[in-house]
């Protein structure tokens, strides 16, 4: 381990959580993370593993069976894992974000039922907003659950679901006529929950997974609501939050945000690594490539950018972890960390040269996943947006 992206500070125990979590990444996810990303197989024996050491409940509170631990904790290891593979992360990603939903802003009924059970990985989680013609624009969404007795029939199409079909629970945002004359008070969210598999049930239907540049492994799917009828008690919460949907999900996007730039960091600390020793095993004109200062930049150049984006991930997850809202430092970790992501994985993959194009090279794997921090939990364009916005209102000239 060197000397970037450490973070000052840890418990005895977030360390000793790291140090096993790193163990794992080295001895079962690298070694076998290429033959299982170009086989598009899902990693069933690591994700048992990750059971095994309690990593799907490493934020549910104890009290429901968790390691009751913190954001930053969890940021950390999802960064380690990434590391080893990103669609290894992707698993627990949205797993942990609808936990994050129930812990903070279920009823006791669904966090006595779900929490247990999703602190063990029995019951896994999804997590879905985008649809296929709105993207980023949450207000744009037309699935709508309309409201019939005391159930609510649900009809629509959701986009980019993580966890699609192995999902047992989707936390779901609908629009929902609460009678405001904000679009953000009509959207509520709903806890469908499921049988895992691709197919039809009860109206709710998960076609089969989609084809992917990278993230392979883990599947993505859409997710199609026809007449699919649940009861009002469904509604994360309870009846009584309809029309919370919109602040509750952006409550999760915001531990997404910090997810994401984890997920980036540990993308590139790998790429950094490969970088870093691969210019020390090729030679050109009589010594090894590192000894050039073309090279040699490129390295300073990246390892900066490692420690500039793991940084902000760390502040970003402390602030959530005070209890202050964090929306401006998650989308600056956000946006900052994955950009750098591309391209310090763009200047490693450069770096290899030929062989950087070559599937036999980690590399070539990394160059290919790093996009999808791009465009994940948000675009950059969208970071900025929300940046920009909190920036103009805590500066606003007066007068």
């Not at 990693?43 to 994700?47: K, R």
């Not at 159930?151 to 959701?158: A, F, L, R, S, W």
């Given at each position: 381990?060197?000397?970037?992206?450490?973070?000052?500070?840890?418990?005895?125990?977030?360390?000793?959580?790291?140090?096993?979590?790193?163990?794992?990444?080295?001895?079962e996810?690298?070694?076998?993370?290429?033959?299982?990303?170009?086989?598009?197989?899902y990693?069933?024996?690591?994700?048992n593993?990750?059971?095994?050491?309690?990593?799907f409940?490493i934020?549910?509170?104890e009290?429901?069976?968790g390691?009751?631990?913190?954001?930053?904790?969890?940021?950390?290891?999802?960064?380690?894992?990434?590391?080893?593979w990103?669609?290894?992360?992707?698993?627990?990603?949205?797993?942990f974000?609808?936990a994050?939903l129930?812990?903070?802003?279920?009823?006791?009924?669904?966090?006595?039922?779900?929490?247990?059970?999703?602190a063990?990985?029995d019951v896994?989680?999804?997590?879905?907003?985008?649809e296929?013609?709105?993207?980023s624009?949450?207000?744009?969404?037309?699935t709508?659950?309309?409201?019939?007795?005391d159930?609510?029939?649900?009809?629509?199409?959701?986009m980019?679901?993580?966890?699609?079909?192995?999902?047992?629970v989707?936390?779901?945002?609908?629009?929902?006529?609460?009678?405001?004359?904000?679009?953000?008070?009509?959207?509520t969210?709903f806890?469908?929950?499921?049988?895992?598999g691709?197919?039809?049930?009860?109206?709710?239907?998960?076609?089969?997974?989609?084809?992917?540049?990278?993230?392979?492994?883990?599947?993505?799917?859409e997710?199609?609501?026809?007449?699919?009828?649940v009861?009002?008690?469904?509604?994360?919460?309870?009846a009584?939050?309809?029309?919370?949907?919109?602040?509750?999900?952006?409550?999760?996007?915001?531990?997404?945000?910090v997810?994401?730039?984890?997920?980036?960091?540990?993308?590139?600390?790998?790429?950094f690594?490969?970088g870093?020793a691969?210019a020390?095993?090729?030679?050109?004109?009589?010594?090894?490539?590192?000894?050039?200062?073309?090279?040699?930049?490129?390295?300073?150049?990246?390892?900066?950018?490692v420690?500039?984006?793991?940084?902000?991930?760390v502040?970003?997850?402390?602030?959530?972890?005070?209890?202050?809202?964090?929306?401006?430092?998650?989308?600056?970790?956000?946006?900052?960390?994955?950009?750098y992501?591309?391209?310090?994985?763009?200047?490693?993959f450069?770096?290899?040269?030929?062989?950087?194009?070559?599937k036999?090279?980690?590399?070539?794997?990394?160059?290919?996943?790093?996009?999808?921090?791009?465009i994940?939990?948000?675009?950059?364009?969208?970071?900025?947006?929300?940046?920009?916005?909190a920036?103009?209102?805590?500066?606003?000239?007066?007068?």
């Open positions: 381990m060197g000397r970037i992206a450490q973070t000052d500070g840890l418990t005895d125990i977030q360390a000793d959580i790291l140090a096993a979590v790193r163990t794992f990444v080295d001895k996810i690298l070694p076998n993370a290429g033959d299982l990303e170009r086989k598009d197989e990693p069933e024996e690591i994700i593993a990750m059971k095994d050491m309690g990593l409940g934020m549910i509170p009290e429901y069976g390691l009751g631990e913190s954001l930053l904790t969890y940021a950390l290891v999802v960064e380690e894992i990434a590391r080893g990103m669609s290894v992360s992707g698993v627990i990603n949205t797993h974000i609808v994050y129930v812990a903070q802003h279920g009823s006791e009924e669904q966090k006595a039922r779900l929490l247990p059970k999703m063990t990985g896994r989680g999804a997590f879905s907003m985008s296929p013609g709105c993207g624009d949450v207000a744009a969404i037309t709508r659950a309309t409201r019939d007795g159930d609510y029939v649900i009809n629509g199409q959701k980019w679901l993580t966890n699609g079909a192995r999902s047992s989707v936390a779901t945002l609908v629009k929902t006529d609460e009678g405001s004359d904000s679009v953000y008070k009509n959207m969210t806890l469908l929950e499921k049988e895992p691709f197919g039809t049930s009860n109206g709710l239907s998960i076609p089969g997974k989609l084809e992917k540049l990278g993230y392979k492994g883990v599947e993505t799917t997710m199609i609501l026809d007449g699919h009828r009861p009002a008690s469904s509604i994360l919460g309870g009584e939050k309809a029309g919370r949907g919109f602040y509750q999900m952006m409550d999760g996007v915001e531990v997404g945000r997810n994401v730039a984890a997920r980036a960091c540990g993308i590139m600390i790998r790429a690594e490969l870093i691969y020390q095993q090729r030679h050109t004109f009589g010594r090894q490539i590192a000894d050039h200062q073309a090279i040699a930049f490129k390295l300073a150049e990246m390892a900066t950018k420690e500039a984006g793991h940084l902000m991930m502040s970003a997850a402390r602030k959530k972890d005070s209890g202050q809202r964090n929306d401006v430092e998650a989308g600056m970790a956000k946006y900052l960390a994955s950009e992501c591309f391209e310090v994985t763009t200047e490693s450069r770096i290899h040269g030929g062989y950087g194009y070559s036999e090279y980690e590399i070539e794997r990394l160059y290919r996943e790093a996009p999808f921090m791009l994940g939990e948000g675009t950059s364009e969208v970071q900025k947006r929300i940046i920009s916005r920036l103009l209102k805590d500066y606003r000239l007066n007068g």
